[in-house]
């Protein structure tokens, strides 16, 4: 889900076909648009606010399955996961694809209050989980994913808490 949604919001359909090129194939109907010919010229800022209005549905769906599987108080290298994954999504600038190629911003942005939960509760689920022990790490396999999930939790959170001159967690 998390996957699509990412898809989805640079322009790309669920088999991560851009839509102008799954437009000229045949016409499709679903929930929220009639049926169009392969002719209409659907222009560059409405295709933008049907994009956005997807993602935000992904979005509220994808943060009721969050708090349903509980992902914020039982840590799991799946669920950190995911956590990781969504944290840009929720932060507002995301980038979109128009059908000419160029870059469009698209601003989508979650309450402060569940952006920051979910960002304390991400970055202390890496200090729970990939610290290194002897005794919980039994494979080269299973360090090497820690070591990335920490990695990447460290390099985005020195980043973007730094630039924008918040409290350091890792």
């Given amino acids: 889900m998390i996957l699509v949604t ?40 409405i295709r933008r606010a049907e994009w956005r209005n997807k993602v935000e549905v992904y979005l509220k769906e994808i943060l009721e399955l969050v708090d349903y599987h509980s992902i914020l108080r039982r840590p799991t290298l799946d669920g950190l996961r995911a956590l990781l994954l969504l944290l840009p999504l929720m932060d507002g ?28 509760a991400a970055l202390s689920q890496v200090q729970a989980l990939c610290v290194q022990t002897a005794p919980t ?11 990335r999930l920490f990695w ?9 808490t730094g630039l924008r001159g918040q409290r350091f967690v890792l």
């Fill in 6 to 45: 990412w898809a989805e919001s640079f322009g790309l359909n669920e088999c991560g076909v851009p839509h102008a090129a799954a437009d000229q194939s045949e016409p499709v109907a679903d929930a929220t648009h009639s049926y169009t010919s392969p002719d209409t010229f659907v222009p560059p800022e």
């Fill in 93 to 120: 600038n995301l980038l979109l694809s128009s059908l000419l190629g160029t870059p469009l911003t698209c601003v989508i942005e979650a309450p402060m209050l569940e952006r920051s939960a979910i960002h304390e």
């Fill in 137 to 147: 790490v039994t494979n080269f396999e299973e360090a090497a994913v820690r070591a």
């Fill in 152 to 160: 990447y939790a460290y390099t985005q959170e020195g980043l973007l």
